[in-house]
Every structure is written in C-alpha cells, then in structure tokens.
C-alpha cells in the first residue's frame, strides 16, 4: 500500500514555543492531505483539511491561527503548532489521500506525539 | 459531530476466539472503513466497504455493511494474541473524501 510518513515522531518543547510537523506521502502524490488530533483514549478528531496548492479548510471549533498548515506540494504538508501550550500536548496524525494508485482510502502516517511543557 | 459509534467499547477475548465489533452511523456514506491502531501508533486501514456492498472478507476479516439500519460489523475470526488494539470505523459521506469521521472505537484484548 502507499506509504506515508510524519516528522518528527515525537516532540517535547516548552510552553509558548511553535513546532512544525511534517507529513510526506512517499509513493504517491496526495491531492489531499488531513490532519487529525487524537487524546488519549479517545478517537481521532479531524482537525483541518489541506489541498495541494490552496488554504485549508477547518474543522468548527480549530483555531486556523494557532494551527498553520501548508500543503505546498502533492507529496508534502506541514502543521505548524504556534505559541504552544500544555493542552496542546496530544497525538497528530496525518494522512494523505490521492487519484490512482490509492483510489479513495487515506493512508495514514505513524503520527506525532507532541508533549509541551 | 462523532459519525460513527463503535460498539462495545471494550471487548475481552480468550485466542482463537472469534471477535465482533459493530459501527453505527448517521448519515449517508460513500463507503465505510476499518482501521486498527495499536497503543500510540499511527493507523493500520484494514477494509473498505462501499455502500453498495453487504459484505467483504479480507483473511481472518469480515465485514458487513447495512445501509438501511446505517450499521457495519467487523468479525476477526480465530483471534490472535496480536490482534490485540483498538479498532475504528470511519465513514466517508457520500460526495467524496471530507469529513471523513471516526468512531470512538473498540478497544479488543485477546488473551493469550
């Protein structure tokens, strides 16, 4: 299947600072990418929707200003977390969807667990 | 709004048993998925049924899908030892890939 992958796997950073998050589909070009956060025991919660080449679109409820995405090419997509906080310590999950090969599944990469301070 | 509601939320199972979860959901779909996510990874997908389907069978996996009750079940049969991790059903609504939602999930153990 089509391979996607995140970076960093994980972060620990302090309070105030921004971290960005990289998600990359290696094997294929993702028209459209999403970004998910998962807490603990609980499932995933679709943040923000991301196309190549266009602003993303957000989820009721997600700040577009404190969670920065940019989806600048079909193999890449970045979420910049600004001026983090404790309560954004959570798992970030990504993942990348495409014309053929994929079809119309989401592949999902290994996701990042971010940990502020 | 959570599309999907996972039922039980918890399952414990002896090996080689068999294990059934059940999705419920709310609105039209596309088609519906199976995912598996061991503890603090990233997702597995599993199967994908389309709403014009009823049933698909991927190895030891059964799924079934009945739009007019708007519910799927996932079966793995002869349960193993690895099989042990939370599973989530995930809804694409019909028009294509947004908002696809996730259920709250399954968390299975199999006992060894």
Same mark, same amino acid.
């Given at each position: 299947? =089509?391979?996607?992958?995140?970076?960093? $796997? !994980?972060?620990?950073?302090?309070?105030?600072?921004?971290?960005?998050?990289?998600? !990359? $589909?290696?094997?294929?070009? =993702?028209?459209?990418?999403?970004?998910? !956060?998962?807490?603990?025991?609980?499932?995933?919660?679709?943040?923000?929707?991301?196309?190549?080449?266009?602003?993303?679109?957000?989820?009721?409820?997600?700040?577009?200003?404190?969670?920065?995405?940019?989806?600048?090419?079909?193999?890449?997509?970045?979420?910049?977390?600004?001026? =983090?906080?404790?309560?954004?310590?959570?798992?970030?999950?990504?993942?990348? =969807?495409?014309?053929?090969?994929?079809?119309?599944?989401?592949?999902?990469?290994?996701?990042?667990?971010?940990?502020?301070? | 709004?959570? @599309?999907?509601?996972?039922?039980?939320?918890?399952?414990?199972? @002896?090996?080689?048993?068999?294990?059934?979860?059940?999705?419920?959901?709310?609105?039209?779909?596309?088609?519906?998925?199976?995912?598996?996510?061991?503890?603090?990874?990233?997702?597995?997908?599993?199967?994908?049924?389309?709403?014009?389907?009823?049933?698909?069978?991927?190895?030891?996996?059964?799924?079934?899908?009945?739009?007019?009750?708007?519910?799927?079940?996932?079966?793995?049969?002869?349960?193993?030892?690895?099989?042990?991790?939370?599973?989530?059903?995930?809804?694409?609504?019909?028009?294509?890939?947004?908002?696809?939602?996730?259920?709250?999930?399954?968390?299975?153990?199999?006992?060894?």
């Amino acid at each position: 299947g =089509a391979v996607v992958s995140q970076h960093p $796997s !994980r972060v620990i950073c302090k309070s105030g600072t921004s971290v960005k998050i990289e998600c !990359r $589909s290696l094997d294929f070009q =993702a028209t459209t990418m999403f970004w998910y !956060r998962q807490f603990p025991k609980q499932s995933l919660m679709l943040m923000a929707t991301s196309n190549e080449g266009s602003k993303a679109t957000y989820e009721q409820g997600v700040e577009k200003d404190k969670f920065l995405i940019n989806h600048a090419s079909l193999t890449l997509s970045t979420l910049t977390v600004t001026s =983090a906080h404790p309560e954004d310590s959570s798992f970030y999950i990504c993942s990348a =969807a495409g014309d053929s090969p994929v079809g119309d599944t989401q592949y999902f990469g290994p996701g990042t667990r971010l940990t502020v301070l | 709004s959570q @599309q999907g509601e996972e039922d039980p939320q918890a399952l414990s199972i @002896q090996e080689g048993e068999n294990a059934t979860m059940n999705c419920s959901y709310k609105t039209s779909i596309n088609n519906l998925q199976w995912y598996r996510q061991n503890s603090g990874r990233g997702l597995v997908h599993l199967i994908l049924i389309r709403s014009n389907e009823r049933e698909k069978h991927s190895g030891r996996l059964r799924v079934t899908l009945d739009t007019s009750k708007k519910s799927s079940s996932l079966l793995i049969t002869a349960s193993r030892a690895a099989d042990t991790a939370s599973y989530f059903c995930a809804t694409v609504p019909s028009g294509g890939y947004q908002k696809v939602t996730f259920g709250i999930g399954t968390k299975l153990q199999v006992i060894p």
